[in-house]
């Protein structure tokens, strides 16, 4: 199969405007799927949901947060967190699903940018992960949850939005990567383990002082810290560096991830059938 024609050759409304409409094409294509298959997006969002419920309700009254405090308020802020990391998953699934059925090999075969390729699978993921924290966040409403309202509200959505923005590359690069829609389900190997030693359900101060340290330095545990800052729950707060600056860290770790994993993720779709 051959790469994708350049797009010099679809002129004469020039690059830009056809890598727009590209990346609107993939981004309509994925929509259409959940559109045409409402169970998949039943269960995409129908999971988070089981998640709080489960959490807050059988796990709550065993749990206590250092210094005190309602651990409700420490858990949910931590629940949107672990929906935005488990989502490189159904990415990664997705993207293995299109590659093993032949979809991309089309794709390259088409005058399209491969960047809008990747692009638009990240932009339709950035869509559905605004609806699964939306949902969540009507749910934890609804079980008693109150946040402080106004800009940093907002600021914690954005937040975590940005963090899914970041894990959605790794997702794409994994599925190029594995062989297989099986293999990909294999993935949750390693989002459990990634989101269990952080301080999404545990503040690290309870933990073993190495276990808590490594917890700490999890980049989703900075998204967890501030996004509890940003609504108003300031409940297990640590004293570690990372811990105080978890706004700062919150923003910078998923730019870090990003310059990783975007440029990996296009350049494993250009070598794709080469």
Not at 32 to 41: A, D, M, S
Not at 79 to 87: I, N, P
Not at 101 to 118: L, T
Not at 146 to 155: E, K, N, S, T
Request: glycine share 10%; with cysteine; net charge positive.
């Amino acid at each position: 199969m051959t790469s994708t024609v350049d797009l010099t050759t679809r002129a004469p409304r020039g690059r830009a405007h056809w890598l727009l409409a590209d990346c609107w094409n993939i981004v309509r294509r994925g929509l259409t799927h959940y559109q045409r298959q409402p169970v998949n997006i039943a269960w995409q969002l129908g999971f988070p949901i089981l998640s709080v419920l489960l959490y807050g309700y059988v796990f709550g009254s065993a749990m206590r947060v250092p210094g005190g405090g309602n651990y409700k308020d420490f858990l949910m802020p931590g629940m949107f967190v672990m929906t935005m990391a488990f989502g490189f998953i159904n990415t990664a699934t997705l993207v293995v699903y299109d590659a093993t059925r032949g979809v991309i090999d089309r794709f390259r075969s088409m005058p399209m940018a491969s960047s809008a390729v990747v692009a638009g699978r990240g932009l339709t993921d950035l869509l559905v992960a605004c609806a699964e924290l939306a949902i969540m966040m009507l749910t934890a409403l609804a079980m008693g949850w109150r946040p402080d309202g106004g800009w940093g509200f907002v600021a914690a959505f954005g937040l975590l939005l940005w963090l899914r923005f970041a894990l959605i590359w790794i997702g794409v690069w994994l599925g190029l990567l594995v062989p297989n829609p099986e293999a990909a389900g294999g993935l949750f190997a390693v989002a459990f383990p990634l989101t269990m030693i952080s301080s999404i359900f545990v503040a690290p101060q309870l933990m073993p002082d190495w276990l808590g340290f490594v917890a700490a330095w999890n980049p989703i545990s900075s998204t967890a810290a501030a996004t509890r800052e940003l609504f108003g729950t300031h409940v297990g707060d640590g004293d570690s560096w990372i811990e105080q600056h978890a706004l700062l860290m919150a923003g910078v770790w998923p730019v870090l991830l990003t310059l990783v994993f975007l440029p990996l993720a296009v350049r494993r779709f250009q070598k794709l059938s080469r």
